[in-house]
């Protein structure tokens, strides 16, 4: 158990449907990164929020969004889904970045 | 051309064998990450480097900074060393953004 905890493992929707990933991130840390694991794009940063504020966007769709709440669990919405949005969604924890990063099980998506 | 290069992308070895994996990178980094990930998923970070060299049991990473190139080298390599082994870099002036990934090294280790 590295500390950062996603839910749910795996989920399964239809495409146009609207799904919640959530991460906690391990104890102490107050950044949480998400990133996004398919099988042509490799591992790409969507989005790091700070002590709940946004801190920096990299490759994410505008049917995306993400949140970090006051007890610093995180949620990924991911809206009007595609079949190419089928991949795995890491989330990371992190007390600032300079000091490493602890990586969460993740949760695979398959859109269908 | 990606700003982090990884080789060999697959790489078939047998039990015992010195492994080395190779990282280039074209952009000023502040830190590099090795990163392993085992069938099913999970991500696990192996070392973080700004500059030299660090040591965990069998696994040995280095850094050439002048140069952009990192290496990760398992010694006596055994079965369940078979993972895909990700290098990624957080670039220099990137603020608050995440890693930037290399494609991964898919390393098997054959009894």
């Known amino acids: 158990d590295s500390g950062v905890t996603q839910t749910p493992k795996h989920l399964i929707t239809a495409t146009g449907q609207r799904v919640t990933l959530r991460c906690s991130p391990r104890?102490?840390?107050?950044?949480v990164y998400w990133y996004q694991q398919s099988l042509d794009q490799g591992l790409q940063f969507l989005i790091h929020y700070y002590n709940g504020e946004e801190r920096a966007k990299g490759n994410i769709l505008e049917r995306f969004s993400a949140q970090q709440f006051p007890d610093l669990h995180s949620e990924l919405n991911l809206s009007s889904l595609e079949l190419g949005d089928s991949a795995l969604y890491f989330c990371a924890s992190s007390t600032t970045g300079a000091y490493g990063y602890t990586f969460g099980s993740g949760t695979r998506l398959t859109v269908v | 051309k990606n700003e982090v290069e990884q080789s060999p992308q697959n790489l078939t070895a047998q039990e015992g064998e010195f492994i080395t994996i190779n990282c280039s990178y074209s952009v000023g980094i502040s830190a590099l990450h090795w990163l392993q990930q085992h069938p099913g998923g999970g991500i696990v970070s192996l070392f973080m480097l700004s500059s030299g060299k660090k040591k965990h049991g069998r696994l040995i990473a280095t850094i050439n900074i002048q140069e952009k190139h990192s290496s990760l080298h398992i010694t006596a390599s055994h079965p369940r060393d078979s993972a895909v082994y990700i290098c990624?870099?957080?670039?220099?002036?990137?603020?608050?953004?995440?890693?930037?990934f290399g494609k991964g090294t898919h390393l098997i280790i054959q009894p």
């Open positions: 104890s102490g840390d107050l950044s």
């Open positions: 990624a870099v957080r670039i220099r002036g990137g603020g608050a953004d995440g890693l930037t």
